[in-house]
């Protein structure tokens, strides 16, 4: 089995800053590309940044500039830098990874974490 457990979520000030961390543990032989995404009330989730696991990243426009994404590849954990936080990021973040768990598994598979809430007061 396979869990992603994020932390780091919480209330700050427009302006301010935090870190989410998402470190997935269980059968996990390799991972291709760690992610993030977000949820407003009442919309679908939407990507956030994704990492590969040589590094490259994409990010979605709104977040350019203030958010970074990286990861430590033998802790399978990633992360989210989250700089000049406005109003409008409020929302459930949520961290994935495309694993392959063992040598022998033919097909990649993607695993959510439990979401958590970040909250920016104006």
């Known amino acids: 089995q396979v869990q992603l457990v994020e932390s780091g979520g919480g209330l700050v000030q427009a302006g301010g800053s935090l870190r989410l961390s998402c470190a997935a543990s269980?059968?996990?032989?390799?991972?291709?590309?760690m992610g993030w995404y977000r949820q407003f009330p009442g919309k679908q989730r939407e990507l956030v940044a994704r990492?590969?696991?040589?590094?490259?990243?994409n990010y979605v426009d709104s977040v350019k500039g203030r958010f970074t994404i990286s990861r430590d590849n033998a802790k399978n954990t990633v992360y989210l830098e989250m700089n000049s936080l406005k109003p409008e990021d409020t929302a459930v973040y949520y961290c994935?990874?495309?694993?392959?768990?063992?040598?022998?598994?033919?097909?990649?598979?993607?695993?959510w974490g439990q979401g958590t809430q970040v909250t920016v007061s104006s």
């Open positions: 990492i590969t696991s040589g590094g490259r990243t």
């Open positions: 269980g059968s996990i032989f390799s991972i291709n590309v």
């Open positions: 994935n990874a495309e694993l392959r768990p063992s040598p022998s598994s033919p097909n990649l598979y993607l695993y």
